[in-house]
């Protein structure tokens, strides 16, 4: 099977070429911060023909905070997210050469809320007991 056999029973919508521009960040990336936390790495296009992107999933919240600052991520641009099995995680996009990179990190713990109604008149030592 030949290169043109394929293009003519699938047409090349977005070709493994236009993820370059995120490869290349990547190894820039390596090549500054080569010394911080690995984690799970992708480069995608959200939809045909948005821009790839670099997707950076940290497995806990220090690993997300070590690389938002080094990406020069504004804290205030920190979004949390929830699922409804109860996983949490933070999420930021920045920019590096040019490419949105979205950093996530994981693990965040989540306080469980109390669904047992507390009285206004009880003290913590009675809520405790």
Sequence with gaps: MTTETIERI?????????????AEALVALIAAFG?????YLRMHRQFGSSPVELCMQ?????????WRVALGI??????????????AWLKAQGSFHGVVVEVTGHGVAVPVED???????????????
């Design 10 to 22: 699938t047409p090349v919508l977005s070709p493994v070429s236009a993820q370059l521009p995120a």
């Design 74 to 87: 504004a804290a205030s641009d920190v979004e949390l997210k929830s699922n409804s099995s109860g996983n």
């Design 58 to 66: 940290m497995e806990s919240v220090q690993d997300f905070e070590v």
């Design 115 to 129: 669904d047992e109604p507390k009285q206004a008149s009880e003290t913590p030592a009675q809520v405790a007991a």
């Design 35 to 39: 010394h911080l936390p690995g984690g």
